[in-house]
Structure formats: structure tokens, C-alpha cells
């Protein structure tokens, strides 16, 4: 495994293996690896014959208030990990040689940004997909792999890549949880016992959703009713949001009768913790 710090040598390889005939996988994070990291990265292994990983956390996504300074960062481990896991490459730039001196080009997919996180994070899908492009140009992959725990930038990233013509197939791997539920996050390891316990409120709410609907609830007034009583009445949470929508526009459904899939999308503050989870409900 090597660690490859500037976009030149990124690209100058990812040419290289393009000549070779063999197909690359990237799996973009921020680092802090978790076995949620680590099914996407088994997805890559399984249909491409290189890997990269790029570790990058990535300032132009965090609003002025955010975690960026605090947002952990191990990169010993997670080279340990990633080493483990048979991968060809981390890629590692810093901020300078990804946004140096003179930067003024961003990427912004409009509509499906609207909602959700984009309107709590303003500006933060700007970033994302800023990023990733940046990334995919670097590394030249022929897959890309995100987790559907982030739902709405999956959608954002496919939307980017059909809208700009990028040749990249984007994959979509599960949520993965832990043991009880709780879907893995790097930003788990900022709760405090007594938040971690409270956390499971998330995975309980969307475990409610699903019962209702095989009770033969429809009401979308009725069930985002009963998934925030159910959050509310946990302790150490504000609600962010909990909305149901369409699972292609993101567009809300804020009331009559739900039919064919939806989203349940979740974004709750435990402690100063912000986390986000979602399922897709069927009825
Ligand atoms: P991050 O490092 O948080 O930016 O995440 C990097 C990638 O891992 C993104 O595509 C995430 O959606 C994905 N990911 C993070 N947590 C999970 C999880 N619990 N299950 C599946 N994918 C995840």
C-alpha cells in the first residue's frame, strides 16, 4: 500500500493502471475508519483490481460553526486498517495542495441540495460535491463508492455525475449499523455514555416508521407525529428534522397518504452531536 500525497502523482499513476487495462476503485471519507468505511472499501475490492482510498476532511464542507478543527483524525490507524483490507493506495493531500493559493472554482448541483441537510448545512453540498469532483480528477476512478447513511449526497453525486458527463459508476453501499443499531459514524465517538444511549433514538424512530406502515398506517401527518414524539421524548435530543419524501426529488411529503417507497430521513442533535440516519419505507 502506498500513500500518495500530491494530485500529480495521484493522476500519473491512475494513467498508469488506465494503460494497463485495469479498473480503479475509490472510496472517498474523511478518515477515522469504522466498519462503515470498510464495506464500502469491500464493495471496491470485489469489482476493481485497484483501490484508492482517499482520506481528506475536507474545510470547504463545514460551516463556520461546524466541527472542522475538532473532527477526529487518526491516519496511523487508518492506514493500519486500510492496509488490512488489501488496498493499493490512501490518498492523502492536505488542504494547500488541494485549495492553494488563487482557488475560486466550485461545483453546485442545485435542486436535489435543497432539502434536508442542504438546508441546515447551507453550503455544505457545495462542498461536497467541490471535493469529490476534485478528487474524481485526481484519481481517475472508474467506480466510486459512497454509503447510503448519507442518502442526500449519494443523490447529490449522481445527480453531478449524470448532469456533468463524468464516466464514473457510483455505487451505493447500506447503512452499516452497530450491534444495537446505532449507525456507524466517526462522529459517534464525540457522545458522551449517557448521549450514546440516547443515540438509539434514531434507529428506534426509524424501527417505529417501518411497524406503523406494516400496522397499516398511510398518514404521513401520523407518522412523522409519532417518529418526533418518540425523538423528543428522548433525553439530550433536538430535532434538526424528520421529514419523509420522495426518494428520487427529495421533495417533502408532509401529508396524505404515503404509497409506493419514501424516505424517512432523520437529522437529530444528541448533546452537541449532530447525526443523521434514514431508511426507506415501503408500503
Ligand atoms: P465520511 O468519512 O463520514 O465522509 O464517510 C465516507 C463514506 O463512508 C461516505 O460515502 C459515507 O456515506 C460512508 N459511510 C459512513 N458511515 C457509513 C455507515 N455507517 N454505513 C455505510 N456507509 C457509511
Known sequence: MRVIKTIKEMQSIAKGHKKEGLTIGFVPTMGFLHEGHLTLVREAKKICN??????????????PKEDFAKYPRDFERD?????????EYIFHPDGEEMYG?????????????????????PGHFKG?????????NAVMPDYAFFGEKDYQQLATIK?????????????????????????????NTYLSEEERKSALCLYRAINLA?????????SAEKILSEVVNLISNTALTRIDYV????????DYIETGLLKGKTLLALAVFVGNTRLIDNAILEV
Open 50 to 63: 485497484v483501490v484508492v482510498v482517499s482520506i481528506f476532511v475536507n474545510p470547504l464542507q463545514f460551516g
Open 79 to 87: 492506514s493500519a486498517m486500510l492496509q488490512k483490507e488489501g488496498v
Open 101 to 121: 493559493k488563487g482557488y475560486q472554482t466550485y461545483v453546485e448541483v442545485t435542486e436535489v441540495t435543497k432539502n434536508l441537510c442542504g438546508a441546515s448545512r
Open 128 to 136: 461536497v460535491t467541490t471535493v469529490v469532483s476534485k478528487l474524481f
Open 159 to 187: 445527480r453531478m455525475v449524470a448532469d456533468l458527463n463524468m464516466d464514473i459508476n457510483v455505487i451505493g453501499v447500506p447503512i452499516v449499523r452497530e450491534a444495537d443499531g446505532l449507525a456507524m459514524s466517526s462522529r
Open 210 to 218: 417501518k411497524e406503523l406502515i406494516n400496522n397499516g398506517e398511510r
Open 243 to 250: 421529514k419523509l419524501c420522495d426518494p428520487e426529488t427529495l
